[in-house]
């Protein structure tokens, strides 16, 4: 995860695009520290996005993000508190939060965007709750913003079913703002919002 501050925005960047830019709970962490980091007073936003061809694939399996069988009981909550902790910084986060989802959304990645107050895409990513399919009940606040977002129905299709959801199906059930042709496109959305955030005052837009 790259953190970079550009003309008031700070800018969180998913940056392991050979791997799809997996979640992990050292990522989660830092997304937090970032967050929380941030003040309104020099800040207007935060943009989160991801390097290459995908937004993120979710959990990195390797780093440790799914418990297994032989850890401790407490020893795995204790890990597993940090992403509890960056969900509740997310949802009260000192200023705007946008995901400009450059590609697909899996997984930790949808439950991102589905925690974003805003959220625009390209066209051609794709989105799926995929944590059906590795036996893994969902998490990064999934169960709840998901419902929130497109109602209890729609919600429990692409939870327990993990089933792929297109752009436009996206925007159509209220996961994002819009979706747009190309990064050409997204880039103009989200300037568009940035540009709003800039004239009002942070504090109460962020409240």
Sequence with gaps: MRVTDEEGIRYLRFD????QNPFSI????KMEA????CDPDEHDAIVITGKGEAFSAGGDLDSGTVSNANEEARDAYQRFSGA??????MLTAPVPTIAKVNG???GGGMSIVAL???AYTVSNATFAASFVQLGLVPDGGATQMLQRHMGLRDALEIVMTGRTVSATEAADLGLVNASVEDEAAL???VEETLD????LPTGAVAH
């Design 16 to 19: 392991n695009p050979e791997q």
């Design 26 to 29: 050292e990522i989660a962490n």
């Design 34 to 37: 970032a967050i929380t980091d």
């Design 84 to 89: 509890s902790d960056f969900v509740t910084t």
């Design 104 to 106: 697909n959304a899996f």
């Design 116 to 118: 974003s107050d805003f």
């Design 187 to 189: 880039d103009e959305a």
């Design 196 to 199: 709003r955030f800039r004239e």
